[in-house]
């Protein structure tokens, strides 16, 4: 336990070390500037977004946790009753499908107006 303790240790210092005598110590003007990205703001940074981006990224939301409800899914075959995980995951897939497709019909995932 002694030697995996030293090991860690060791190696901690050693990566630490090596953080601080790698990198740059004289970076240019780009990069002590606040934008990076090459170019001066202008204009005000307070414009609003587009309610379309906030559905869509709400929508991207749901289903990426319905991506995390049903992962578990597989394993339910070792359960004594898998059909009643079945049930629900189907019951999850469904309603989720209900609202995407309500969704496409009222033309919430449409960029252009």
Same mark, same amino acid.
């Given at each position: 336990?002694?030697?995996?303790? #030293? $090991? ?14 790698? *990198?740059?110590?004289? *970076?240019?003007? /780009?990069?002590? #500037? *606040? =934008?990076?990205? &090459?170019?001066? *703001?202008? &204009?005000?940074?307070? @414009?609003? =977004? !587009?309610?379309?981006?906030f @559905?869509?990224? $709400?929508?991207? @939301?749901?289903?990426?946790? /319905? $991506?995390?409800?049903?992962? %578990? ?8 009753? %898998?059909?009643?995980t079945?049930?629900?995951? !189907?019951? $999850?897939i469904?309603l989720?499908?209900? &609202?995407?497709? =309500? +969704?496409?019909?009222?033309? &919430?995932? +449409?960029?252009? +107006?």
């Amino acid at each position: 336990m002694a030697m995996f303790f #030293s $090991i860690t240790l060791l190696m901690s210092i050693i990566l630490v070390i090596i953080c601080f005598w790698l *990198p740059a110590t004289n *970076p240019d003007t /780009e990069k002590l #500037s *606040p =934008y990076e990205c &090459g170019f001066d *703001p202008h &204009g005000s940074a307070r @414009l609003p =977004y !587009s309610m379309r981006f906030f @559905l869509v990224a $709400i929508l991207f @939301l749901l289903f990426d946790l /319905e $991506i995390a409800l049903l992962l %578990p899914t597989p394993w339910t075959l070792q359960l004594l009753n %898998p059909a009643s995980t079945f049930t629900w995951a !189907s019951i $999850i897939i469904i309603l989720l499908t209900l &609202g995407l497709a =309500y +969704e496409w019909l009222q033309g &919430g995932l +449409e960029w252009a +107006e």
